[in-house]
């Protein structure tokens, strides 16, 4: 079989690839959706991942030789798309498999017949690895195959050798390279020159089985697993300069070049990688979508939306200011239908996601770009060089940029993130996130189980009555059972039946008392344990016995505190999806007597105006005076009616259905207002960001609002009478007070600069000459991080060809390092960024910058000399 390897098209390709396994007894299988049934992956990300549990003896192949073109995707080096020839997110990879029946000789013969006779590939242009003790491929390629040894490279289990965990099964690859130029010879082969060489063609011979020991056993059944990237081959056989521009990607390219009026060829190496990650992503996200990915902030979903949104900025990158992902989308579709004619099937969905996405993120980007913009102009006034973690939350958590996306607009700037400080912002958002939540101790749980056959589960009545006469079934102190406890004593009470709620949906327990004959126990929570109700209390005076007959009362100031605050959390949802979003959905809430809290799903941070419009529409419902309907229906019924239920809860065949008419209807076992004129006047304290994607709302109802703005007024006072003014003036005066001491702080920071310049200019005189430069290291005493840098920036201006290399303990435990060179010394090979992260290590730090000029910190000030003087060493053996 052979074929015309000349104008080739990537369609061809795969299928000359099948056909040549398919006939020789391989069937061919379709792709596997890019939602693998891996558990332990996010994404398909290799050719063999469907073929995963056949290899690890988990399933027994239907065949015994298969072949497919597997779509993947890997987003770990999403940050060198477009920038290298062949880093992609999305790609195919060709592979053919064998479970057991055909080993290394086969595979190695067939893989030489598919590239050099059907694909038409010159030997002269081929190289092989194998690992370094796998003689038995050695052999088999020079002795069999006749291929030179000089072009069979041994190589270590780094790159030769698969494994597919710390256990199992594992063996030897042998991988067959391009190479570009073979006019170079075969001595000093380096096939990490990725100038010459190009990997297209892995073979893994799956041989042994590793133990936990650590030791190889060879397998009973011996697997072939390989895999042939079709960008690759395809950039190869159509002999273009990168993936990019293979027909598989470019006409993607050039859609997009159209759209911005723009020539891919004519263009400069920016806007080429903007092109090219369009082209790229595009293809993934296409892809991801007909495979019924949906954009999130969670898992494959934000892998989904974080792609999306590049592509959209990189759009706005090159001038396309409207939206275009259809468009281009439209060219991506139109490329892979013949192989994924799923793609053309789902093209209304797949256009449907991106039209939104990219509609939602234009106007998050509106907004976030004025204020990055700011952030930046302000750092680079500042003379700094990183983005503060604070900063860079606050873009997250208020326009919903992500931190990649304002990480790669500073490298733009040649800036960098404080990601450290970025994510101590998020996990204090996190810890907002963990409301304090008593449990019931495990005994109780123990003790109740033990009971359950000889008592009936607690009757409810709560939502009709707020006092009810029952009986003391159960009384346990510390979790076990008792007769009877006496005044003092902490105890837990389930009755036959009780009006108190007891915690759920959100909603706290109720308070109260229980009450007797001589008896009163004070009653703190409730909660509901399988289908007991647990009086959590303390007996204040009495002896309490089981069997009693007593009398439970529940607080109804607070039962009345808690139905206003609930019934808010329903009108707050419907306020939020009426004025944000009709998709926004409960995540969470608290529903207590002083206080709510709702959580909901939501990619951004509200907006000052829609936080007033939100409040002010629950307020206006609140004022409509709306009754309540509360019924209970079948389930399905309840849902047809159009009733929210919460995400991920379970409900029974029967459904509790609280309906304010034309305002909220929702499933809920809570107490709640019969009228919304009863929850008084409602207000919104707070709303933030909890989670990715998770966003909250604390409020005040009822008699707590009063509580609320009686604080608040109390603090006007105290500043009105401590700053001796007006009360309407206190934000006049802090504002003042705030441009004061930025005042004062910029003085700070200019003397400290002025001084740490005084005192390096006395360094001057130590500089020494090596070669043609001048070279001065030096530790300043008590000198800032800024004010270092200003120095080192000073003192080479001064000396003109040289380096500078200062450092400084500023605090305690705390070390700086700055490294600037003259482009002089750049020529030589050093670089500052490279330079000063290598000589903060030795302190226990890191850093990097640019190559004229670096900073970089550490944590051991007593190895600051040492660090400085290996400065010096490298600085002269460098430069002489």
Known sequence: ??????????????????????????????????????????????????????????????????????????????????????????????????????????????????????LGLSPQNLVVSVFEEDDEAFAIWRDQIGFPAARIKRLGADDNFWVSGPTGPCGPCSEIYYDFHPEKGDD?????????????????????????????????????????????????????????????????IQTAAQIAGIDYHQSDEKTKISLKVIGDHVRAVVHMIADEIRASNVGRGYVLRRLIRRVVRHGRLIGITGEFTTQVAETAIALSESAYPNLRRRETAIKAELQREEANFLRTLERGEKLLDEIIATVKQQGKTQISGESAFTLYDTYGFPLELTQEVAEEYNLTVDEAAFNAEMQKQVERAKAAHETIDLTVQGSLDKLAEHIHATEFIGYTQAATTAKVEVLLVGGVSQEAAEAGTEVQIVLNQTPFYAESGGQIGDRGYISGDGILVRVEDVK???????????????????????????????????????????????????????????????????????????????????????????????????????????????????????????????????????????????????????IGVFKIISEAGVASGVRRIEAVSGPAVLDYLNIRDKVVKDLSDRFKVKPEEVPDRITSLQTELRNSQKQLEALKSQLAIAKSDSLLQTSEIVGESKIIVAQLEDVDAESLKSAAERLLQKIGNGAVVLGSVPEEGKVSIVAAFSPEVNKKGLQAGKFVGAIAKICGGGGGGRPNLAQAGGKDAAKLPAALEQARNDLRSALS
């Not at 073979?203 to 690759?232: C, H, K, W």
């Open 188 to 252: 000093h082969i380096d096939l990490e020159d990725d100038s010459r060489f190009i990997e297209f063609y892995n073979l893994v011979f799956m041989q042994y089985n590793r133990d936990a020991s650590g030791s190889l056993t060879p397998l009973q059944n011996q697997n072939i697993d390989t895999g042939m990237g079709l960008e690759r081959i395809a950039q190869i056989l159509q002999k273009v300069p990168n993936n990019y521009e293979t027909d598989l990607i470019f006409p993607i």
């Open 528 to 678: 509901k344990e399988s289908d007991f109700f647990v009086h959590f209390g303390r007996i204040e005076r009495g002896t309490l016995r089981v069997g009693d007959r007593i009398t439970a009362q529940i607080d109804t100031a607070c039962r009345r505190r808690a139905q206003a605050n609930h019934t808010a959390t329903h009108l707050l949802q419907a306020a939020l999806k009426k004025i944000v979003d009709d998709t926004i959905s409960q995540a969470g809430s608290l529903v207590s007597f002083d206080r709510l809290r709702f959580d909901f799903n939501c990619p951004r941070g509200l907006t000052t105006e829609e936080v007033q419009q939100v409040e002010e529409q629950v307020n206006n419902w609140i004022a409509e005076a709306h009754s309540a309907k509360i019924e209970v229906l079948p389930l399905a019924e309840a849902k047809a009616r159009g009733a929210v239920a919460m995400f991920g809860e379970k409900y029974g065949d029967e459904v509790r259905v609280i309906d304010f008419p034309a305002v909220s209807m929702e499933l809920c076992g809570g107490t709640h207002v019969s009228n919304t004129a009863e």
């Open 1 to 118: 079989m052979s074929s015309n390897p000349q104008n080739l098209s990537g369609n061809e390709i795969r299928n000359l690839f099948l056909d040549f396994y398919a006939q020789r007894g391989h069937q061919i299988l379709p792709s596997a959706s890019l939602v693998p049934e891996d558990p332990t992956v996010l994404l398909t990300i290799a050719g063999m991942l469907p073929f995963k549990p056949i290899f690890l003896g988990q399933r027994t192949p239907e065949f015994k030789r298969a072949t497919t073109s597997q779509k993947c995707i890997r987003t770990n080096d999403i940050e060198n798309v477009g920038r290298t020839k062949r880093h992609q997110t999305f790609f195919e990879m060709l592979g053919n498999f064998s479970f057991g029946d055909y080993f290394k000789e086969q595979a190695i013969a067939w893989g030489w017949e598919l590239c050099t006779k059907v």
